[in-house]
């Protein structure tokens, strides 16, 4: 999940995974994979090239020491400080 906000405006909008599976298809070294229906990286495979980011349409991969996908753990809305979140 990626929340982008606009301060000035006071929106925001949330981007998910839409299952288009272009990271997976765009992944050189097969290091993206699905189990029960979320995505993860294998970080033994990931080989930090980052096409798997710039193939995410909705730009929810994003790069620490291994490519991070979002994976619905809802940490985000449950540490935000000012309960600015929420799932429904």
């Known amino acids: 999940m990626r ?13 998910a995974c839409d299952g288009c599976n272009l990271c997976v298809e765009s992944c050189p070294t097969s290091a ?9 990286v294998d ?9 798997c980011v710039e193939a995410c349409p909705k730009r929810i991969i994003y790069m620490t020491d291994v490519a991070q996908v979002c994976n619905y753990c809802y940490k985000c809305v449950d540490g935000c400080v000012y309960g600015a979140m929420e799932v429904g």
Do not use: S
């Open 32 to 40: 993206i994979v699905e189990e029960n229906g979320k995505k993860h």
């Open 43 to 51: 970080k033994e495979l990931c080989n930090t090239c980052g096409i």
């Open 3 to 15: 929340i982008v906000t606009d301060l000035y405006e006071g929106k925001a909008e949330v981007f």
